[in-house]
T-cell receptor, first 114, second 117 residues
């Protein structure tokens, strides 16, 4: 258990509405990630953060923004949700000790955009 | 860009038997890490095993072991004495060892493993 929680766990929203997903960690990890999981695609990186206010884009960042104002929280925002953003969203942290730096995942958020 | 391929969308195994899940990857890098993650119906992503590319010895974690063939760019997962609780989606993932950058994981599309009693 890497102390990662995500909220909400499920959300249904309408096209065009803004949505914010929250990832919270309790172990002071520097690196945090947002992935999306879709059938036939595995997990793909949306955005990541390497410190407070330090973020960068992943491979599928269009339509998403992120913010990290404190170490423990990493927010993912869909400014205007579209049906193509219906997915399961996972937050992950990179473990601090050791050289391999495994990533550990939160429980996921299922988002449905109608 | 690196890619990870899992050529078996679905596999099945009898309880107590052994099964091997395949994974191949494409990279021009020499230093990297490989991982297998398990995703049961609960949807939680669970790290099963990891392999450092610079290590020749195959990683082992209890009933789980890998066959890492660096020249062939192959990283298969062997599950011995399969249990009903092993039923899940299994994802192979690659990460560059280059310092700096995102250190993102590149995932395969997954293999669904069914364990028959």
């Amino acid at each position: 258990d890497a102390g990662i929680t995500q909220s909400p766990r499920h959300k249904v929203t309408e096209t065009g509405t803004p949505v914010t997903l929250r990832c919270h960690q309790t172990e002071n990890h520097r690196y945090m990630y947002w992935y999306r999981q879709d059938p036939g695609h595995g997990l793909r990186l949306i955005h990541y953060s390497y410190g407070v206010k330090d973020t960068d884009k992943g491979e599928v960042s269009d339509g998403y923004s992120v913010s990290r104002s404190k170490t423990e929280d990493f927010l993912l925002t869909l400014e205007s949700a579209t049906s193509s953003q219906t997915s399961v969203y996972f937050c992950a942290i990179r473990s601090n000790p050791g050289a391999v730096h495994e990533q550990y995942f939160g429980p996921g958020t299922r988002l449905t955009v109608t | 860009a690196q890619t990870v391929t899992q050529s078996q969308p679905e596999m099945s195994v009898q309880e107590a038997e052994t099964v091997t899940l395949s994974c191949t990857y494409d990279t021009s890098e020499s230093d990297y890490y490989l991982f297998w993650y398990k995703q049961p119906p609960s949807r939680q992503m669970i790290l099963v095993i990891r392999q450092e590319a610079y290590k020749q010895q195959n990683a082992t974690e209890n009933r789980f072991s890998v066959n890492f063939q660096k020249a062939a760019k192959s990283f298969s997962l062997k599950i011995s004495d399969s249990q009903l609780g092993d039923a899940a989606m299994y994802f192979c993932a690659y990460r560059s060892a280059n310092q700096g950058g995102s250190e993102k994981l590149v995932f395969g599309k997954g293999t669904k493993l069914t364990v028959n009693p």
